[in-house]
């Protein structure tokens, strides 16, 4: 589930996160994993919404933009959230993110 942002929070300088890694913030008590696809960032929260594990301790790939739980194999998209595959059924919320000046922007609606 995509939401729409009414602010943007800097999480730091694009250097945390470069071209096909992913890196993890919290921010008020949420986890959001930040995805760098060449240079294009893509955000979402890191609890798979079938088991809660951390999706970033999972196998990222920046070929198919997909990363997959570490606990059942799920592949989430990370230009949608949606699952790819069983067992997960339900997305998990992904946010605007981009590098403006140097700096890693992600979208949030608090």
Partial sequence: MTIHATS?????????????TVRT???????????????????MDDLCTHD???LSD????PSTRTVRCPRHSSRFDLTTGRP????????????PARI?????KVGWDP
């Fill in 52 to 54: 809660e594990a951390f």
């Fill in 8 to 20: 943007e929070i800097d999480l730091g300088p694009a250097e945390m996160a470069p071209p096909g």
């Fill in 84 to 95: 790819k595959s069983l067992p997960a059924l339900r997305p998990v919320r992904t946010y």
């Fill in 25 to 43: 913030f919290e921010r008020n008590s949420a986890r959001i994993a930040v995805y760098n696809v060449a240079g294009q960032l893509f955000a």
């Fill in 100 to 104: 403006v000046d140097g700096r890693i």
């Fill in 58 to 61: 999972g196998d990222f790939d």
